[in-house]
């Protein structure tokens, strides 16, 4: 039987995944268990790392100590650049496995599409083979654009579950999201905060003081109703439980249109269609 969270995004192979999640992206390597046994004590119950972290341990470490079930925890990591390929994604897999403690992975994503290297579609062929294998539940992509996803579904004939973007207030990735819909792509929301740095921007400040609530709390609310799945970062053990505490009130049409006017192209990260880091 699936599992349920609540509240979650249901994904286009009728798995549900947990809509907010613990970032832990630029998480130090001697942080992360810390951070994620504060989030999961806080009620979350989605944990989103990858190989180029470096702190797939800490991740593996804290959901060990939780006293959760496995079913109740929501994992998800990435294969990194340079393990692109059939056979080295095979590895890297067990690798990121052996790292997080776990015998099955609920979400694995391809980092980056990495045009010029050009071996996604493989990647992705061994992606389906794990997911037959029920290693890993749910497979999908980050920082895909439009053409990467269609060459890619044209390829396999598999339509990838999320597709994990860079997106905020300010790259709110109109074209992409409705790609998504055309497909069926959930959409995953990475820097949701813009690192930090929409916090003391003055219309979030207004919005709240207006709900009694913080900027962050309302951009991660902004992206709830919205439909992304959200996965702010945080260290900090009030911030992470404060950043989870965001069901208990909702933005009016007009709140989300004077954020969605704060729309101005800037792209904090890459650009995937140039992207082509394997270090
Ligand atoms: P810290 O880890 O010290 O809390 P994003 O998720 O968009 O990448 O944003 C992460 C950044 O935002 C980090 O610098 C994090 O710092 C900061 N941050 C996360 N939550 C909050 C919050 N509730 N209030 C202030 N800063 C926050």
Redesign the pocket.
Known sequence: MARSFDPSVTLNDGNSIPAVGL?V???PADDTERAVSAALSAGYRHVDTAAAYGNEEGVGRAVAASGLQRDDVYVVTKLWNSEQGYDTTLRAFDASMTKLGLDRLDLYLIHWPMPEVNAFVDTFKAFAHLREQGRVTSIGVSNFEPEHLRTLVDATGIVPAVNQIEL?PLLPQHELREVHAELGIATEA???????S??SHATLADLAATHGK????VLIRWHIQLGNIV??????PE??A??FDVFDFELSEQDMTSIASLEDGTRLGPDPRTFNFKG
């Open positions: 970032g992206w630029q998480t905020h990475w820097s949701p905060l813009g690192q930090g929409l916090l913080t900027p962050a709390q996965i702010p970062k945080s260290v900090n911030r992470i404060s950043n």
